[in-house]
């Protein structure tokens, strides 16, 4: 009578063991259907809702999504030195309490060399403070704009990159891209601009 229950429970737990695996592999196959399903659209409502936020800033005051207290970087690493490195260019634009803005521009220099120690001997040859106005602000959101859709194409990376980025620290923001071609000059077109 007692083998006769064991076998009886044994069956039971198996079939339910077998259930259950029945169903956690549903769940993975439906959970990765979604997952496709959604990833498909994702670039273009991704792409939508960047190009909102940009418009939401408004004419009037287009950094308007940059908080008081918070700092838009755009940085540029690029790469004279091949895949070890460059030089450094860093633009810093900070607002405050009156919504005017402000950008701090820093450039840096290296040795074309390339010696081993090259970053360590990097000198900063630009830094300057520049006040931004409005037709300003809108060449800032215009090269968001152009960073967020090349940080979107499929590009083949190599070793010898410019790397380009824009982050904040409380509004969100990360943009990034690797330009293994020397033709994406977008960076130094907003680095011109603001300085004028």
Same mark, same amino acid.
């Given at each position: 009578?007692?083998?006769?229950?064991?076998?009886?429970? &044994?069956?039971?737990?198996? &079939?339910?063991?077998?259930?259950?695996?029945?169903?956690?592999m +549903?769940?993975? #196959?439906f #959970?990765?259907?979604?997952?496709?399903?959604?990833?498909? $659209?994702?670039k273009?409502? $991704?792409?939508?809702?960047?190009?909102?936020?940009?418009?939401?800033?408004?004419?009037?005051?287009?950094?308007?999504?940059?908080?008081?207290?918070?700092?838009?970087?755009?940085?540029?690493?690029? $790469?004279?030195?091949?895949?070890?490195?460059?030089?450094?260019?860093?633009?810093?634009?900070?607002?405050?309490?009156?919504?005017?803005? +402000?950008?701090? #521009?820093?450039? *840096?220099?290296?040795?074309?060399?390339c010696?081993? *120690?090259?970053?360590?001997?990097?000198?900063?040859?630009?830094?300057?403070?520049?006040?931004?106005?409005?037709?300003?602000?809108?060449?800032?959101?215009?090269?968001?704009?152009l960073l967020?859709?090349?940080?979107?194409?499929?590009?083949?990376?190599?070793? $010898?990159?410019?790397?380009?980025?824009a982050?904040?620290?409380y509004?969100?923001?990360?943009?990034?891209?690797?330009?293994p071609n020397?033709?994406?000059?977008?960076?130094r077109?907003?680095? #011109?601009?603001?300085?004028k």
């Amino acid at each position: 009578m007692r083998d006769s229950s064991n076998k009886v429970l &044994k069956t039971c737990v198996y &079939k339910h063991v077998v259930r259950h695996k029945k169903l956690m592999m +549903f769940m993975k #196959i439906f #959970i990765l259907f979604l997952l496709i399903l959604t990833g498909c $659209s994702s670039k273009k409502e $991704s792409h939508k809702n960047f190009e909102r936020a940009l418009n939401y800033s408004g004419e009037k005051n287009p950094l308007a999504f940059l908080y008081q207290t918070d700092t838009l970087k755009l940085t540029a690493t690029f $790469s004279e030195c091949g895949e070890f490195g460059g030089h450094n260019e860093k633009i810093q634009i900070f607002g405050n309490y009156k919504k005017e803005y +402000f950008a701090r #521009i820093t450039k *840096d220099s290296i040795d074309l060399d390339c010696p081993n *120690d090259f970053e360590a001997k990097a000198v900063i040859v630009q830094d300057t403070i520049v006040r931004i106005d409005n037709s300003k602000e809108k060449k800032i959101l215009k090269y968001l704009n152009l960073l967020y859709k090349r940080s979107i194409e499929g590009k083949a990376i190599s070793h $010898s990159n410019d790397y380009f980025r824009a982050t904040t620290n409380y509004a969100g923001l990360s943009l990034s891209t690797a330009e293994p071609n020397k033709d994406w000059n977008e960076f130094r077109k907003l680095h #011109i601009e603001l300085l004028k």
